[in-house]
């Protein structure tokens, strides 16, 4: 697992300097919901080290365009865990439905809620075995080939020994042609639990169309954690389908 983080991140710096669009590979959302009756799904492995623990998600993410300005989201995946040795399990399902309520073309500038529900699914161990609700809005201004998106938003998270928290992030993309973009991202996450502390993270990464519906999306950067002198290592590596 530790050589697959690796790659995630030697594949999001090899596509430098390759721009995103908003969304995915990037931690930072966008309001632009998947065209209607268009599905959007991503084959992705997504992980973090710290303090010699490797751990993350691999799985599918499919979106579908289900009316004008509202898509529907399910997130299927299997979660790893390295250290002492290495685990691959169920984790912890998600649906969610995005809704676009404003949309100005002309000024280039959107808005959308796109709450979700992570539901309980993951074998003992993994995730927090409670329903957890996260509640985020998100905003983005394109300006020529740039695009500005960002926002956050409130996770309620119960259990014993767990901590309701705030999320934000800001991400900015430049398209550099047709094929290719780069963006650049911060996001910061409140304590999730008692006695760990809120998290920095930076990132950068891009998207790759290939041929027909298919494209590569990476990313990758440094994490902190409040009090720990030591830096983590986020990555992000999908392949792409859009039809």
Not at 23 to 35: A, I, R, V
Not at 152 to 170: A, D, E
């Amino acid at each position: 697992m530790r050589f697959a983080l690796k790659t995630i991140g030697i594949a999001a710096l090899a596509l430098l300097p390759a721009a995103a669009i908003a969304g995915p590979p990037y931690d930072t959302d966008d309001p632009e919901p998947t065209e209607l009756h268009h599905w959007e799904i991503y084959a992705f492995g997504a992980g973090t080290a710290h303090q010699g623990l490797v751990e993350g998600d691999l799985g599918t993410d499919l979106n579908y365009g289900l009316l004008p300005g509202v898509q529907l989201t399910a997130t299927l995946p299997l979660s790893f865990e390295t250290g002492a040795g290495t685990r691959l399990v169920r984790g912890d399902a998600q649906i969610g439905l995005k809704y676009r309520f404003l949309h100005r073309e002309k000024a280039g500038l959107s808005f959308a809620i796109f709450p979700r529900l992570i539901l309980p699914t993951a074998q003992r161990g993994f995730g927090t075995g409670r329903l957890r609700v996260l509640l985020p809005a998100w905003g983005q201004k394109d300006i020529g080939d740039w695009s500005i998106f960002g926002g956050g938003g409130y996770t309620i998270n119960p259990g014993s020994g767990n901590r309701n928290y705030w999320q934000s992030s800001l991400a900015i993309t430049r398209s550099a042609s047709k094929r290719l973009s780069l963006g650049a991202e911060i996001s910061r996450q409140g304590s999730d639990s008692v006695g760990s502390g809120g998290i920095t993270r930076l990132g950068v990464g891009g998207i790759y169309s290939l041929k027909g519906p298919f494209s590569i999306l990476a990313s990758a950067g440094p994490q902190f954690e409040d009090g720990s002198r030591r830096a983590g290592f986020h990555g992000y590596l999908a392949l792409g389908i859009n039809f």
